[in-house]
């Protein structure tokens, strides 16, 4: 499970044994915060310590404690806050600087790939029949060892309620949008070796200026005996082949009397790409049950779809099996995957890789809000590296070079200790084939 920016500070911070959060027990000046609670520390004894306001009134704006009184907790700042700081503001005192603490987090986020990481599945490489070199997608940034390729799953099967799922007819489907407009594309000739995907024809769909579109299918033109009671409670999924060239306009999506049940991630817009959405239908569901496409508004925009699946269940049946050995060329220029010779066209790839994980930035607002691929345990390694950063970019200013060097050796040590525990490890076995 990811952890935010704000899980992560508290954390860091806990690791580091440099925690403290309270709220204000009294109106303060743009220059004060008060705080009995801050009594714990003698006079003085807070200057030069950090405080980050976390509440409304002043919020992540971080000032340095210039002065301290402990009989009345106030801690005076530098530079003075935008506003007056209010009774009950929530705050946390940090006796590292927060800003470092999050900078030396996104620096270890890089430095610990080794150990954690993202583990990335890239599908958007669709093979021509021609080449046998192709560009490693830029989200695998380390890889790929092999590579899989498509074994298409049929769609006719008992399990799939879509009726005309092959994208070869307009019958049962349901375009909506002022200016857009749906045919059946059959190339004149074999010289098309990317659309459709499969089969000769499939469906493909203009949006002429910028008003929003949907492409769907009533429950009443399903098949397979689906109604929209039975789905009622049901777990449901949607999948659908979509060709087009303009990322994040392009979703696919179900729907019950409620209005949506759930949307897939948006459309790449690198070809073709394998959208699926899951969702649960509302218990109380008794008339609609809708899927489809959905083109939010923009620039003029073309796609293709060629095979689309809703059924009962929680994912979509896998689409890769058999491995493929490979070459890899990669450094700043080059960056390609060389297969032992061509794969027939219109297959997708799948290259999976690993890439460092997510950064929270610089952004006070965002830093807090995004997210970190790390759950509680590999999220100490995370802090052991940090510390080790955080620490560093203090020696660079401490004259206390031998003080700041311990602590250093001491996190190191407790990071080694740590990555015999809870580092990620990249499995290498075979995945089977369907007739091995």
């Excluded at 004060?32 to 009594?39: E, F, I, P, S, W």
């Excluded at 008992?158 to 594309?185: E, K, Q």
């Excluded at 429950?219 to 949607?238: F, H, I, P, Q, S």
């Amino acid at each position: 499970m990811a952890r935010t920016g704000a899980q992560l500070l508290t954390g860091f911070s806990q690791f580091l044994d440099d925690e403290f959060a309270s709220t204000t027990t009294t109106t303060g000046l743009v220059t004060t915060l008060v705080d009995t609670a801050l009594g714990r520390w003698n006079d003085r004894a807070l200057i030069g310590a950090w405080l980050r306001p976390t509440g409304a009134a002043n919020q992540y704006a971080i000032r340095r404690i210039s002065n301290f009184v402990q009989s009345t907790g106030t801690a005076t700042v530098l530079p003075a806050f935008a506003a007056v700081t209010t009774t009950a503001q929530a705050y946390g005192l940090h006796f590292y600087d927060p800003e470092l603490k999050f900078r030396a987090l996104d620096q270890a986020a890089i430095e610990i790939v080794d150990d954690v990481f993202r583990v990335i599945y890239d599908e958007t490489v669709t093979t021509d029949g021609i080449n046998d070199e192709y560009a490693i997608p830029a989200a695998v940034r380390r890889g790929p060892a092999f590579i899989y390729y498509e074994v298409p799953v049929p769609v006719q099967p008992y399990w799939n309620f879509l009726a005309n799922p092959r994208g070869d007819s307009l019958t049962s489907w349901t375009l909506a949008g002022a200016g857009a407009a749906s045919v059946i594309y059959t190339p004149s000739t074999t010289s098309d070796i990317l659309i459709p995907k499969y089969g000769t024809s499939c469906t493909k769909i203009s949006v002429a200026d910028s008003t929003a579109t949907t492409y769907r299918q009533v429950v009443a033109d399903m098949l397979n005996g689906v109604t929209a009671v039975l789905a009622a409670g049901r777990r449901m999924t949607m999948g659908m082949w979509v060709y087009c060239r303009i990322a994040s306009r392009v979703t696919i999506e179900f729907r019950d009397l409620n209005g949506q049940v759930a949307a897939s991630a948006a459309h790449g817009g690198a070809g073709w790409e394998l959208l699926t959405v899951s969702g649960n239908v509302s218990a109380a569901n008794t008339t609609t049950l809708t899927a489809g496409i959905a083109i939010t508004s923009g620039v003029v925009l073309e796609l293709y779809w060629n095979n689309a699946w809703f059924f009962y269940g929680d994912r979509m049946p896998s689409h890769f099996y058999e491995d493929r050995a490979l070459t890899v060329l990669r450094d700043d220029t080059n960056q390609r995957i060389i297969l032992p010779g061509p794969i027939r066209s219109k297959l997708q790839l799948r290259i999976p890789g690993q890439a460092a994980l997510t950064q929270l930035g610089t952004t006070a607002a965002t830093q807090v809000t995004n997210s970190v691929e790390v759950d509680i345990y590999s999220a100490q390694l995370l802090f052991a590296r940090a510390a080790e950063i955080l620490l560093g970019f203090q020696m660079l200013k401490s004259p206390q070079l031998a003080e700041v060097a311990a602590r250093i050796q001491y996190v190191r040590a407790r990071r080694e200790e740590l990555r015999t525990k809870w580092a990620y490890r990249m499995p290498y076995s075979k995945i089977r084939g369907p007739y091995d």
